[in-house]
């Protein structure tokens, strides 16, 4: 990690921090935007981590900024960073305008799916896609889509297409896209080589990998501490070898969410070389850490008794985030069905060949 | 994230030369041998086998050239043990003195142990078992009562091991036991280099629950050692073994155990599975995966001189639930009735990794002692 990194690193888990306050949560599951918050985390140029020095951004490595992703998980800020992180990026990388607020990307889930098709000097962009995060939010959507043989970009400001509000059970907006719209010839542009339709699915997966091992690590430490602190029979919980196996389980999963994310972030830097938009790595960490954060968020309750089962205390904005993310970008069966064909397809023989290129 | 890091695991220079070397010498010395051999993994034993590796210094390959090592990096190590086992190579001959003995003596030994021990070990001619467990010493490894007690010329040992495996192939035992009192649980042992040819040294295998005989008991009676036998510093026994067990704990081989029997499922599912079996095989890959990022991960750790103790019990915990899932998700998959030594490879290989997977959870330190010590690392005890 470079000094930048690090220095980057460490102010924003610091804002982070001061900006997730409780009341701001609470004022955030209401459906207040919170658009202060945003304001901060933009001052910073976190919004362009991602996009490389040469084209105005921050030019972070891959790992570092899923880092960031991650530590922004941990406080459970409501805002999308992740999302504009990523629509950045692929605006960089079509050579589009980059965003001037928060954006998003679409479509968000395997099945959806956009039509471009060229109308005289402009497109015509067509077609919907459901639970597009923060869409509502977003002054502009990327949504990439297939035409003439290329996978494109194209820059849509929310403002011309109305998404129809809905959220996820940690009531952040995720909205459904119905799009029928005449675009200019400058709001689209090709995607690099080699990267296919699957793309953003891939993006926001390696992201929601990433998001879901910042918010599990916090998960644990809070019901580490809280075993410590809690007592019963005369002794703090955590001195019951029961709580102690399970908590043990527990820092199992989150390291693999932790190995997950390391793996899964591997595609962003890789998908851009050729042959690296290969979605294996991010198949298999979204896979991995999707599994884990149902037991993480279990174990947490568990050990939290009652309290941790009220909306007064904490543990709920992040348990509910790793019930959602798990399902968000594909969920752990299509990611793990997309890994068992590539196995199929390589055979007994191709297994551990296929392994060791991860 | 505040407990416990896994840092990027390095790829080493020269990687992908040496991975292709080691798969084209397995191709070629593995080609007859069967899956329902090959599922053996770690416990296959074949001393030519062994010597073969020696010569083509893949043995004690980070040790100093001076004793016989070859001066590669562990990660370049880590290479040549992943090929081996997901090979299904028999390598128990030489396994532990690789992994701890050899490091262990590199260590702690004396110049003149060092000299005599550590090239035969590295030419794949010399090999080691572990004398830890007891009748009434599992777990709770401070209760041995093997004592060693100084002679005018050395030591005499009494007492018994057991669960050594592979004893009675193995020239040298390193021995666990008490030097002084038992009050001092932690603080009266030591370790000691055994020649397993000296007198009073019985050694008598134990059949497993499927008859093979891997494991023994070993029975000191007035057993003879010489001074120089004493490995490390009098007293220092718990320290020395307790460093051992990073080694033990996160390699490969703490996932590995069944691999050749998920190669086997997905040559008997063919190339187009069911959507459930995609996506239980995309499962169990999605799990090795992750573990095999987070044990090399570990393996960059150890190479900096760190004490991964910790992130070591978290890959072997989490490597032996899927070693053990491994055949229990087959049979879902696959209607066969398992069976050891059968002419079908598939029932002969999901044979034996039932009859095997309990011990996933028992060797080097069973599921609730390393949960014991995640608990600890944790802060909570
Ligand atoms: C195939 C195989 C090979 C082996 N090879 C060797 C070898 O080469 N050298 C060697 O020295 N040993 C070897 N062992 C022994 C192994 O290290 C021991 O089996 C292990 O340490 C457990 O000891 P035990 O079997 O006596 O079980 P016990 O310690 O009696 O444990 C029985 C059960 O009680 C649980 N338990 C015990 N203490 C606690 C506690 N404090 N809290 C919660 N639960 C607890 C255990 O987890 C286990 O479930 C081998 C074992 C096997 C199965």
Known sequence: ?358 | MSHFAFPPPIHPPGADDLRAEVRQFLAEELASRPASQRIKSWSGYDADFSRKLGQRGWIGMTWPKEYGGRERSALERYIVLEELLAAGAPVAAHWIADRQSGPLLLKEGTEEQKRHLLPRIAAGECFFCIGMSEPDSGSDLAAVRTRAVRTQDGWRVNGTKLWTTYAHKSHYMILYCRTSGVDDRHGGTSQFLVDLTLPGITIRPIADLSGERHFNEVVFEDAPLPASALLGTEGNGWNQVMGELAYERSGPERFLSTFVLLVELIRALGTDPSDQALAVLGRLCSHLAVLRRLSRSVAGLLQEGANPALQAALVKDLGAVVEQEIPELARQLVATEPMLGSDDIFQAVQGYAILNAPAFSLRGGTREILRGIIARGLGLR
């Open chain 1, 1 to 358: 990690m470079s000094e930048t990194s690090e220095i980057v690193r460490d102010m924003s888990a610091r804002l982070f921090a001061d900006l997730a306050t409780p009341a701001r949560l609470y004022k955030a599951e209401a459906g207040v935007w919170d658009q202060p918050a945003w304001d901060r985390v933009q001052m910073m140029g976190l919004p362009l981590a991602l996009v490389p020095e040469e084209a105005g951004g921050v030019g972070l490595e891959a790992a570092d900024a899923a880092g960031l992703v991650a530590s922004a998980a941990t406080t459970a800020l409501p805002v999308p960073l992740a999302e504009t992180m990523l629509a950045n990026r692929l605006l960089a990388d079509a050579g589009l305008p980059l965003a001037e607020g928060p954006a998003t990307l679409a479509p968000a889930r395997p099945g959806d799916r956009f039509t471009l098709e060229r109308r005289g000097a402009g497109w015509h962009l067509h077609g919907g896609a459901e639970r597009v995060p923060w869409a509502s939010i977003a002054g502009d959507i990327v949504i990439v889509a297939e035409a003439e043989g290329q996978v494109l970009a194209a820059r849509v400001a929310r403002s011309d297409v109305t998404p129809l509000p809905g959220r996820n059970l940690a009531l952040e907006p995720r909205d459904r896209l119905e799009v029928d719209l005449e675009l200019p010839g400058d709001a689209v542009a090709p995607l690099p080589a080699g990267i296919t339709i699957c793309h953003p699915l891939a993006l926001g997966a390696a992201f929601r990998t990433a998001a879901l091992a910042g918010a599990a690590a916090r998960v644990l430490d809070m019901t580490v501490a809280y075993a410590n602190e809690r007592s019963q029979f005369g002794r703090p919980i955590g001195k019951f070898q029961a709580v102690q196996q399970s908590l043990a389980l527990m820092a199992g999963q989150v390291a693999a969410t932790k190995g997950a994310a390391d793996l899964a972030a591997g595609y962003l830097d890789a998908y851009s070389q050729p042959g690296g938009a290969d979605p294996l790595p991010v198949a298999i960490g979204k896979a991995r850490a999707g599994e884990a954060a149902g037991m993480i968020a279990a174990i947490a309750h568990q050990v939290h008794g009652a309290i941790g089962f009220t909306h007064e205390h904490a543990l709920h904005f992040l348990t509910k985030r790793l019930w959602s993310w798990r399902d968000e970008f594909g969920n752990d069966a299509h990611w793990q069905r997309l890994i068992g064909r590539r196995m199929a397809a390589a055979g007994p023989k191709g297994l551990w060949p296929l392994l060791t290129t991860l």
